[in-house]
């Protein structure tokens, strides 16, 4: 199993690499303006898109390829935060500046049934460090998870392998953040099979 | 999962490619840089000196601990008091990341004079994940320069190698303790030391002040937890506030500073929760400083931020 972080700049794209290696899987962190093709020929088995300090009202410039990798990648991709606001944008949705920012501790509550939260309690402890988030959802996506002052914590696209969530499941004090990764790592090999 | 045998292995055999030639290893005795020194001596025995630089900002006891730990460890060690340099370039500098800045000018100042007079061609860090991940760079945002990283002038007169760069600390304590180095559980005190527990301007008698504000701090919170009254945290001190409000003592109205003192919960720094410690303990630190530094402090608070939004320390 090959799975690349693409780094948006974010304070734990590290974090998230390590969770990966932690678990198994072969792994690197790529520059978000790293050209499709040279992904493709490695045989990468999925994509996290990291978080980033670029605001997505007007700073998705600051994101490189990461559009190209979204329209063309035949393969199951995680956007968290800044990366979960971009996959939203880059569909037609809307994102910009949250009404409440959250930074720390929040209570996420699982609103629907979905691969990426399997085996889930309800509700988990999450961190979370955004200053932005989701405001429209394009309709080919769903959300799946909330919270108290950030209704879109979690989406995913109704049709293709594409998941977001606007906590941070790579640090130590999220609750259930690796089996985040050991779901997406599961979808990963799912969708390989399936090929 | 992070094999510490295994890093210890390819680690060392890096080293060994890598040092063809003398090299010093900046040493502060945490648990970072002196599982990076004992790395080294493993790669190239004799050819390595350790430099501890006491920058006047280290805590109660600091530097003859460290000078026990190198004689034990059996390296080659200089150590050199540089506290006069340091106060100095701090005078008047309140901003955290020109303190930072200037503290990581002069560690490599005085590491230049040293290789120069050794004829060193390296200088071997303990720089870990998150001094540069914090460092920022590129796309990343500046949090802190850490004084190893963003602090570095361009101009150095040597090649720096930096072996434990994609670890945390939870995994150099691992390798720590594989290697049986002293200082694997030692909670992480900052390069910059003490100057980033004052916040703003840094005089002599401040930094005496939190000095002894840090080791109260750190006595109770250590016998408690030896006591099994509290879990142990991750990072515990103490912080000289710049604000001064007023008490009362003697019946004398008073008006001096407030020492905030903060523990965290962490695995790697990266992230962390503050310590629910009790009451009772709380009450005794605020008691022995509010007395021990009267005069200088009549008012200590607790921290209750995590990581995120707060960092760890406060500067």
């Given at each position: 199993?090959?799975?690349?972080?693409?780094?948006?700049?974010?304070?734990?794209?590290?974090?998230?690499?390590r969770v990966l290696r932690d678990l198994g899987v072969e792994t690197k962190i790529i520059p978000n303006t790293t050209p499709l093709k040279e992904?493709?020929?490695?045989?990468?088995?999925?994509?996290?898109?990291?978080?980033?300090?670029?605001?997505?009202?007007?700073?998705?410039?600051?994101?490189?390829?990461?559009?190209?990798?979204?329209?063309?990648?035949?393969?199951?991709?995680?956007?968290?935060?800044?990366?979960?606001?971009?996959?939203?944008?880059?569909?037609?949705?809307?994102?910009?500046?949250?009404?409440?920012?959250?930074?720390?501790?929040?209570?996420?509550?699982?609103?629907?049934?979905?691969?990426?939260?399997?085996?889930?309690?309800?509700?988990?402890?999450?961190?979370?460090?955004?200053?932005?988030?989701?405001?429209?959802?394009?309709?080919?996506?769903?959300?799946?998870?909330?919270?108290?002052?950030?209704?879109?914590?979690?989406?995913?696209?109704?049709?293709?392998?594409?998941?977001?969530?606007?906590?941070?499941?790579?640090?130590?004090?999220?609750?259930?953040?690796?089996?985040?990764?050991?779901?997406?790592?599961?979808?990963?090999?799912?969708?390989?099979?399936?090929? | 999962?992070?094999?510490?045998?295994?890093?210890?292995?390819?680690?060392?055999?890096?080293?060994?490619?890598?040092?063809?030639?003398?090299?010093?290893?900046?040493?502060?005795?945490?648990?970072?840089?002196?599982?990076?020194?004992?790395?080294?001596?493993?790669?190239?025995?004799?050819?390595?000196?350790?430099?501890?630089?006491?920058?006047?900002?280290?805590?109660?006891?600091?530097?003859?601990?460290?000078?026990?730990?190198?004689?034990?460890?059996?390296?080659?060690?200089?150590?050199?008091?540089?506290?006069?340099?340091?106060?100095?370039?701090?005078?008047?500098?309140?901003?955290?990341?020109?303190?930072?800045?200037?503290?990581?000018?002069?560690?490599?100042?005085?590491?230049?004079?040293?290789?120069?007079?050794?004829?060193?061609?390296?200088?071997?860090?303990?720089?870990?994940?998150?001094?540069?991940?914090?460092?920022?760079?590129?796309?990343?945002?500046?949090?802190?320069?850490?004084?190893?990283?963003?602090?570095?002038?361009?101009?150095?007169?040597?090649?720096?190698?930096?072996?434990?760069?994609?670890?945390?600390?939870?995994?150099?304590?691992?390798?720590?303790?594989?290697?049986?180095?002293?200082?694997?559980?030692?909670?992480?005190?900052?390069?910059?030391?003490?100057?980033?527990?004052?916040?703003?301007?840094?005089?002599?008698?401040?930094?005496?002040?939190?000095?002894?504000?840090?080791?109260?701090?750190?006595?109770?919170?250590?016998?408690?937890?030896?006591?099994?009254?509290?879990?142990?945290?991750?990072?515990?001190?103490?912080?000289?506030?710049?604000?001064?409000?007023?008490?009362?003592?003697?019946?004398?109205?008073?008006?001096?500073?407030?020492?905030?003192?903060?523990?965290?919960?962490?695995?790697?720094?990266?992230?962390?929760?503050?310590?629910?410690?009790?009451?009772?303990?709380?009450?005794?630190?605020?008691?022995?400083?509010?007395?021990?530094?009267?005069?200088?402090?009549?008012?200590?608070?607790?921290?209750?931020?995590?990581?995120?939004?707060?960092?760890?320390?406060?500067?």
């Amino acid at each position: 199993m090959k799975i690349f972080v693409v780094d948006n700049g974010g304070q734990w794209t590290h974090r998230e690499w390590r969770v990966l290696r932690d678990l198994g899987v072969e792994t690197k962190i790529i520059p978000n303006t790293t050209p499709l093709k040279e992904i493709e020929k490695e045989n990468v088995d999925g994509l996290v898109l990291s978080g980033g300090a670029a605001r997505i009202g007007w700073e998705s410039a600051r994101l490189g390829e990461i559009g190209e990798y979204l329209n063309h990648a035949k393969i199951p991709i995680i956007g968290l935060c800044v990366g979960h606001q971009f996959m939203a944008l880059h569909f037609g949705g809307k994102a910009g500046p949250s009404t409440v920012p959250e930074f720390g501790k929040t209570k996420v509550t699982v609103k629907r049934d979905s691969p990426i939260f399997k085996g889930f309690p309800k509700t988990f402890i999450a961190w979370e460090s955004h200053n932005d988030e989701i405001k429209e959802l394009p309709d080919e996506f769903e959300i799946l998870a909330s919270s108290e002052n950030c209704l879109i914590q979690a989406i995913h696209h109704k049709e293709k392998p594409f998941y977001g969530l606007q906590y941070h499941p790579e640090v130590e004090d999220t609750e259930f953040g690796y089996e985040i990764f050991k779901n997406f790592i599961e979808i990963c090999k799912k969708y390989k099979s399936e090929k | 999962m992070f094999d510490a045998e295994k890093f210890v292995k390819e680690e060392t055999e890096k080293l060994k490619e890598k040092l063809t030639d003398k090299a010093m290893i900046a040493c502060s005795g945490g648990v970072d840089s002196t599982v990076a020194a004992v790395l080294a001596k493993k790669a190239i025995g004799n050819n390595l000196v350790a430099v501890y630089v006491d920058t006047g900002m280290m805590r109660k006891n600091e530097t003859e601990e460290v000078r026990k730990m190198f004689e034990n460890l059996g390296l080659n060690f200089k150590i050199i008091n540089a506290s006069e340099d340091f106060l100095t370039a701090l005078e008047n500098v309140t901003e955290p990341e020109e303190k930072r800045k200037i503290i990581g000018e002069r560690f490599i100042r005085v590491f230049e004079e040293e290789a120069k007079k050794d004829g060193v061609k390296y200088l071997i860090q303990g720089t870990i994940a998150p001094d540069w991940i914090e460092s920022g760079g590129g796309e990343r945002d500046t949090i802190k320069s850490h004084h190893n990283v963003g602090g570095l002038p361009e101009d150095i007169g040597f090649e720096i190698v930096e072996p434990l760069r994609d670890v945390y600390k939870d995994e150099v304590r691992k390798v720590a303790r594989l290697l049986g180095v002293e200082s694997k559980e030692r909670q992480p005190f900052p390069g910059p030391g003490l100057a980033v527990r004052i916040v703003g301007d840094i005089t002599k008698e401040k930094v005496e002040v939190v000095r002894e504000a840090n080791a109260i701090m750190e006595g109770i919170i250590e016998k408690s937890a030896d006591e099994g009254k509290i879990e142990k945290p991750w990072q515990y001190f103490a912080t000289l506030l710049s604000s001064k409000t007023v008490g009362v003592h003697g019946d004398l109205r008073n008006y001096v500073y407030i020492v905030s003192i903060r523990a965290v919960q962490s695995l790697d720094g990266m992230s962390a929760s503050y310590s629910k410690i009790p009451h009772e303990v709380l009450e005794k630190i605020s008691i022995e400083i509010t007395n021990k530094l009267g005069d200088k402090v009549n008012r200590v608070v607790y921290d209750i931020t995590n990581k995120p939004p707060g960092t760890i320390e406060f500067e």
